[in-house]
């Protein structure tokens, strides 16, 4: 935050740094609005630096899909008020390209088969299918297809990131995968951070005794895999370098939050956000949302240095679900947590959730949110929008389980996309004194 400001105005407020929030405002930049973006940490540090488009659909029959974009028309056809039902196939692919250029000029380049969801192994031994991955995830990609004779390697100061549990799981998939533990270079400590391991690989000098101890216990190893902590802010080049200095193609394998990856992430957008001339205020709160006369917003801000005030034309709610913020269930049902916006949910609590914890149909709560229109207006009580400009992006959305279907990214990314293509700026109102 910069310090002093008490008073601050902007076009478009965009409420959330998580994903959605980030990508709104990635895109309002495209679009030249002046923007400001308010939020606290998402699950973005939870997450694994994947990016689903859609795996599964219906969730009744756990059908899973090679094809995301026919899984989208089919989910269209069946499920009509899915936020995925009111974003085209050409603006989800377009949000997608326009996310991912962009990460690559931040140095953080992601892979994909266009037309394709791949298969990656991830933490515990587990295979998750994807839509696009880190570049320096999609060896692994490669690998698992062939599978090829591979070494998995961890580390003795990492927790919960087990070589051996990841071989012995995948064993039936991938016969013959080879494991190492080594010391982490440079440690002194029995257990550390992941964050800290990728930060010490910064160094050369423990990038060359990492590729030493690997290289002595390759093998005939095609590959190896590594936990995903191979760099924090230049992980490209430290991949690469890595990578050289072994000789094999190198890929990590997602850990269990909080991740790196979601670090990286973070890292990139805040950098390349802020170079688009996107004002960020993080570890911002938004308390209130106040209507004006003049059918302005007024945003009521808490942060570390004080309070703020922020004035905008228009409000993009990306607020999250439970674990964001954006809703809040208690004893008399789901609420959304700013403006108590009308809340799709289950009649009655008894039926927030299935018997089985882990039913694959999901819990009916999950697919709690705000019921919006096509322009991705949040609608009120009489069904008509609640503001001409406040509109709501990304997993605060109803109707919709991400977990489930595998589409949390994308679904951020396709409704982030739309909600900033469907705000018109009012004429006449901007570069007025004092905004
Ligand atoms: C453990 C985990 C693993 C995941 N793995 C994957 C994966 O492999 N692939 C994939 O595609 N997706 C994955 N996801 C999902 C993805 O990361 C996002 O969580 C999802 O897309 C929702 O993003 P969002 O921006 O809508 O919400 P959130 O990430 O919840 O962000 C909401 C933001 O709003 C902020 N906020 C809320 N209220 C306020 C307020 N009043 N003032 C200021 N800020 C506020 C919150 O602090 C937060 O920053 C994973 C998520 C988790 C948790």
Redesign the pocket.
């Known amino acids: 935050m910069p310090t002093g400001v008490k008073e601050i105005g902007c076009e478009l407020a965009i409420?959330?740094?998580?994903?959605?929030?980030l990508s709104a405002a990635l895109f309002a930049a495209h679009r030249g609005i002046e923007t400001v973006l308010?939020?606290?940490?998402?699950?973005?540090l939870?997450?694994?630096?994947?990016?689903?488009l859609l795996a599964v659909h219906p969730l009744e029959e756990g059908k899973t899909w090679d094809d995301p974009w026919a899984a989208l028309t089919a989910l269209r056809r069946d499920i009509p008020e899915h936020p995925f039902a009111r974003t085209p196939t050409a603006d989800v692919a377009a949000a997608f390209d326009a996310l991912l250029a962009f990460l690559k000029n931040q140095g953080l380049p992601y892979r994909r088969r266009p037309d394709r969801n791949v298969e990656v192994p991830v933490a515990m031994g587990a295979v998750?299918r994807?839509y696009c991955t880190p570049e320096t995830v999609w060896n692994g990609v490669r690998a698992l297809e062939e599978k090829q004779p591979c070494l998995i390697v961890d580390f003795d100061q990492l927790r919960g990131f087990s070589a051996r549990q990841i071989a012995s799981t995948l064993e039936p998939r991938w016969p013959g995968l080879r494991t190492a533990r080594l010391p982490f270079p440079g440690g002194t400590f029995s257990q550390q951070y992941a964050e800290q391991l990728a930060m010490a690989l910064e160094a050369p000098r423990n990038r060359a005794s990492l590729a030493c101890d690997i290289r002595a216990c390759l093998g005939t190893a095609r590959s190896v895999g590594l936990p995903a902590v191979l760099g924090l802010y230049r992980t490209e080049m430290i991949f690469e370098d890595l990578q050289k200095r072994i000789g094999v193609p190198l890929f990590e394998i997602?850990i269990l939050?909080p991740s790196v990856a979601g670090l990286r992430l973070q890292d990139a957008f805040h950098r390349g956000l802020a170079a688009k001339g996107v004002r960020l205020l993080p570890h911002?709160?938004?308390?209130g949302i106040r209507y004006e006369h003049n059918g302005h917003f007024i945003l009521d801000i808490t942060a570390l240095d004080g309070e703020h005030t922020l004035n905008a034309d228009a409000v993009a709610l990306?607020?999250?679900?439970f674990?964001?913020?954006?809703l809040r269930g208690d004893r008399n049902g789901v609420r959304e947590?700013?403006l108590d916006l009308p809340v799709y949910q289950p009649k009655e609590r008894a039926a927030w959730h299935r018997q089985d914890f882990l039913d694959p149909r999901g819990h009916p709560v999950n697919a709690a949110g705000l019921i919006i229109d096509d322009q991705f207006r949040p609608l009120g009580h009489d069904g008509q929008p609640v503001h001409e400009r406040l509109f709501a992006?990304?997993?605060?959305l109803a109707h919709q389980n991400?977990m489930r279907s595998?589409?949390?990214?994308?679904?951020?990314v396709a409704t982030a996309y739309a909600a900033v293509n469907a705000y018109q700026p009012i004429d006449g109102t901007r570069g007025e004194p004092g905004r």
């Open positions: 409420i959330g740094a998580g994903i959605a929030g308010v939020g606290e940490t998402g699950e973005i939870f997450a694994s630096g994947l990016m689903d998750k994807t997602p939050p911002h709160r938004v308390r990306a607020s999250g679900r674990l964001g913020g954006g947590t700013l992006a990304g997993s605060v991400w595998k589409c949390g990214v994308g679904l951020s």
